[in-house]
């Protein structure tokens, strides 16, 4: 009977099917490796695209707040003013822009706090802009109002 | 027999070994090129929106079939405009045009003065990427 530890036929073989096994599992990770970052790559331009959605709703409104078409002081502080679709239209840039509300806080008509929600859908993606803002009467025609940004807050 | 076997194993499974190693490395670079375009984006229309949230909109004017926006501020005279040829974005600063975005395929600003804002559209594209591209649009602030 030939020894076991001292036979060496078949080990070519055998190691060969080791090496290739190795390689093959090397490779296959490789591939799922740049599959899945390819994959967050383009998850991430549809964030991108999402948060700018968003940003062009809040900074539509701003601008109808600023000329006075949208007049909030006249808003009662527990309402909630919504702006799309009435008046900012919701497809934008290929993406849609979900909402835009606003509601104020405070009774004065000169100076009040707003907080304005604005929401980016680009694909599966979605992005909730939180803004925060003072709003006052403004000296210097033709705008109405004055807006200064007091937070910007991102939730995805 | 052995050795026959086991380079007929080893030619079957190598073009496919290969073929998934050529793969892996082929996401890898389109990966890396879409990642270094959205960044290009992202940096170019961040520091675009920035600035413009500043811009008198009186001053706002528009060239080259809207690859060029010039405005002043409180402080200076500013502006933005696509560089076909070394395809970047630039910025107007002390009388010089600076490049701040590389990659950059297009860039269209449109303004409408009657709202007193301004949209902005990046393109952009590198190596064997696919183009890519970002839209926003920006309230002038001060008036």
Same mark, same amino acid.
């Given at each position: 009977?030939?020894?076991?530890?001292?036979?060496?036929?078949?080990?070519?073989?055998?190691?060969?099917?080791?090496?290739?096994?190795?390689?093959?599992?090397?490779?296959?990770?490789?591939?799922?490796?740049?599959?899945?970052?390819?994959?967050?790559?383009?998850?991430?331009?549809?964030?991108?695209?999402?948060?700018?959605?968003?940003?062009?709703?809040?900074?539509?409104?701003?601008?109808?707040?600023?000329?006075?078409?949208?007049?909030?002081?006249?808003?009662?502080?527990?309402?909630?003013?919504?702006?799309?679709?009435?008046?900012?239209?919701?497809?934008?840039?290929?993406?849609?822009?979900?909402?835009?509300?606003?509601?104020?806080?405070?009774?004065?008509?000169?100076?009040?706090?707003?907080?304005?929600?604005?929401?980016?859908?680009?694909?599966?993606?979605?992005?909730?802009?939180?803004?925060?803002?003072?709003?006052?009467?403004?000296?210097?025609?033709?705008?109405?109002?004055?807006?200064?940004?007091?937070?910007?807050?991102?939730?995805? | 027999?052995?050795?026959?076997?086991?380079?007929?194993?080893?030619?079957?499974?190598?073009?496919?070994?290969?073929?998934?190693?050529?793969?892996?490395?082929?996401?890898?670079?389109?990966?890396?090129?879409?990642?270094?375009?959205?960044? %290009?984006?992202?940096?170019?229309?961040?520091?675009?929106?920035?600035?413009?949230?500043?811009?008198?909109?009186?001053?706002?004017?528009?060239?080259?079939?809207?690859?060029?926006?010039?405005?002043?501020? %409180?402080?200076?005279?500013?502006?933005?405009?696509?560089?076909?040829?070394?395809?970047?974005?630039?910025?107007?600063?002390?009388?010089?045009?600076?490049?701040?975005?590389?990659?950059?395929?297009?860039?269209?600003?449109?303004?409408?003065?009657?709202?007193?804002?301004?949209?902005?559209?990046?393109?952009?594209?590198?190596?064997?990427?696919?183009?890519?591209?970002?839209?926003?649009?920006?309230?002038?602030?001060?008036?």
């Amino acid at each position: 009977m030939k020894n076991l530890f001292t036979d060496q036929r078949g080990m070519g073989l055998a190691l060969i099917i080791i090496l290739t096994a190795y390689i093959f599992i090397i490779g296959c990770s490789a591939l799922a490796l740049s599959i899945s970052s390819r994959r967050n790559a383009g998850l991430e331009i549809c964030r991108q695209k999402a948060y700018y959605t968003a940003e062009a709703g809040i900074e539509q409104a701003f601008s109808l707040i600023r000329s006075g078409r949208i007049d909030l002081s006249a808003v009662d502080s527990a309402e909630t003013v919504h702006f799309v679709p009435d008046y900012i239209a919701a497809d934008y840039a290929g993406g849609l822009i979900g909402y835009v509300k606003a509601f104020r806080a405070g009774d004065s008509e000169e100076k009040y706090i707003i907080t304005m929600e604005s929401l980016g859908i680009f694909q599966q993606a979605r992005c909730v802009l939180r803004v925060e803002a003072e709003i006052s009467s403004s000296a210097d025609p033709p705008s109405l109002y004055k807006i200064r940004v007091l937070s910007w807050k991102v939730n995805e | 027999m052995e050795i026959i076997i086991a380079l007929t194993v080893l030619a079957l499974l190598f073009p496919v070994i290969a073929y998934m190693q050529a793969k892996g490395t082929a996401s890898y670079t389109f990966t890396s090129q879409q990642v270094e375009v959205q960044e %290009s984006l992202r940096i170019a229309l961040s520091k675009m929106s920035t600035e413009l949230k500043t811009a008198s909109p009186s001053t706002v004017r528009i060239s080259n079939d809207g690859r060029k926006i010039s405005f002043d501020n %409180s402080e200076r005279t500013a502006g933005f405009r696509y560089d076909p040829y070394s395809r970047e974005v630039e910025s107007y600063i002390n009388g010089v045009w600076l490049p701040f975005a590389s990659n950059i395929e297009d860039v269209l600003f449109q303004y409408y003065p009657e709202l007193a804002v301004v949209d902005i559209t990046v393109k952009g594209r590198n190596g064997i990427s696919e183009t890519q591209e970002l839209t926003t649009t920006v309230s002038l602030r001060v008036r």
